[in-house]
């Protein structure tokens, strides 16, 4: 099993950049692939980011690719989300995920599930 924690959200104006951090708990975080998901005022869940065990393999959503990177490093149990040139329609509530298989765009393939973090993006 593994717990996720997520911090470094907040407050950034249009165009301002956050960084995301994921910790995870537990010696066999590089088992797992890892996720990103939001869900924004008014809307359901979606997908932003993946990444593979070995932190080889991303993907992104439409939405984000370009802008958002996502990392992780297994030595420090730890996942990024680096969101760069932000816009008011990223503000939303941010979630880790971690998934006990190949890295997923889909939220009902990921077991553990952090708390969230808000991120809010003003114009």
């Known amino acids: 099993q593994v717990q996720v924690v997520e911090s470094g959200g907040g407050l950034v104006q249009a165009g301002g950049s956050l960084r995301l951090t994921c910790a995870a708990s537990?010696?066999?975080?590089?088992?797992?692939?890892m996720g990103w998901f939001r869900r924004a005022p008014g809307k359901e869940r979606e997908f932003v980011a993946t990444?593979?065990?070995?932190?080889?393999?991303?993907y992104y959503s439409d939405s984000v690719k370009g802008r958002f990177t996502i990392s992780r490093d297994n030595t420090k149990n730890t996942v990024y989300l680096q969101m760069n040139s932000l816009k008011p329609e990223d503000t939303a509530v941010y979630y880790c995920?971690?998934?006990?298989?190949?890295?997923?765009?889909?939220?009902?393939?990921?077991?553990?599930w952090g708390q969230g973090t808000q991120v809010t993006v003003s114009s």
């Open positions: 995920a971690a998934r006990n298989g190949p890295e997923s765009s889909l939220n009902y393939q990921y077991e553990y």
């Open positions: 537990g010696r066999t975080f590089s088992s797992f692939a």
């Open positions: 990444i593979s065990k070995s932190g080889r393999n991303t």
